[in-house]
């Protein structure tokens, strides 16, 4: 989705691929997923190749810089409601294709992105991104995790790791997409300054994307727990609960509230352990396989293809190791 910008504005896509380390065989399947370092470095080759901070998915560009400009702004002022609303001004200016807008209803504080033309798979795209930036920047303007009720989005309802960045519940076809909070976090006091301003700027986007993740949900804290039992039979559901000092009915509950199934986050522990594995070590594959509890290659091979729509062993050859080489780095 956001390479889109690149075929809009004829840029070569495989040397930008390229150059942030991403082969495009990843990209073939609709289930490839690339790290979130691999994410963010993608992002900062578009905006030097594009010369546009929304990588060519609105209908004029956003240039270099304005991101900067705008957070220098908005750590002179008071409070989070009051930067919130000079940062949409601010970009409402720039951004013809839609408008975000910040509003309270009792104790709900609700932020919309308001379309101005037809939508399109490019500025879908680039709303949710727009969004997600929101959410980083928001966050660390107040040194905080602002925690997020709930999270729209217009289309029908499809796979996404969406509910795990937000840590909240996503509601599909709605009006418009957007993401609602409760309204007194809008008082909180802007705590970074000129100063901070630019350590953050340095470290962005990868801090946006990841900094603020909550590391206290129960998602995190099942990870952790089985994380430490990864080369052996997963515990159970019921035994997990058992170690947490939950009920198995309770233990369902919260995971649906944080929008999580027991089975993902297990399937998602053993993906990315397998990836950290493929390109971090130069261990044979059935040694991976074995390291992320599958006790055949070929059981791993179908679901590391699965998770990822493509197979280990290209997985690896992509990030610089041959298929099952051994020995030092």
Request: proline content about 4%.
């Amino acid at each position: 989705m956001i390479l889109q910008g690149t075929r809009q504005r004829g840029v070569d896509e495989a040397s930008v691929l390229a150059r942030a380390g991403i082969t495009p065989a990843l990209l073939e399947s609709p289930l490839a997923r690339v790290s979130q370092q691999q994410y963010a470095l993608l992002i900062r080759v578009l905006r030097r190749a594009l010369r546009d901070e929304l990588w060519g998915l609105t209908s004029r560009p956003v240039r270099p810089g304005s991101f900067g400009q705008c957070m220098k702004q908005l750590v002179r002022c008071a409070t989070l409601g009051e930067a919130l609303r000079s940062g949409f001004a601010f970009y409402d200016l720039l951004i013809d294709d839609f408008v975000a807008r910040l509003s309270v209803r009792g104790e709900l504080a609700q932020i919309q992105f308001v379309l101005r033309r037809e939508s399109d798979e490019r500025l879908d795209y680039a709303i949710k991104a727009f969004m997600l930036f929101t959410f980083g920047a928001a966050s660390w303007l107040v040194a905080r995790r602002v925690p997020v009720l709930g999270v729209d989005y217009t289309a029908a309802q499809f796979g996404t790791d969406t509910s795990r960045v937000y840590q909240a519940p996503i509601r599909y076809g709605q009006p418009h997409v957007g993401l609602s909070f409760e309204a007194h976090w809008l008082d909180l006091p802007v705590v970074q300054t000129v100063q901070s301003v630019r350590e953050f700027l340095a470290g962005a986007p990868a801090n946006l994307i990841v900094k603020y993740r909550d590391t206290s949900s129960l998602t995190d804290r099942i990870r952790r727990l089985l994380r430490r039992r990864l080369g052996e039979e997963l515990p159970s559901l019921e035994e997990v609960g058992d170690a947490l000092a939950v009920t198995p009915q309770t233990l369902r509950r919260r995971l649906r509230e944080e929008g999580r199934g027991f089975q993902q986050i297990k399937d998602e522990l053993r993906r990315d352990a397998a990836i950290e594995f493929l390109t971090n070590t130069r261990l044979p594959l059935l040694d991976i396989a074995n390291e992320v509890g599958f006790s055949e290659a070929s059981t791993f091979h179908r679901a590391f293809k699965n998770w990822t729509g493509v197979a280990p062993g290209e997985y690896r050859h992509s990030h610089g190791h041959a298929e099952g080489s051994q020995g030092q780095p």
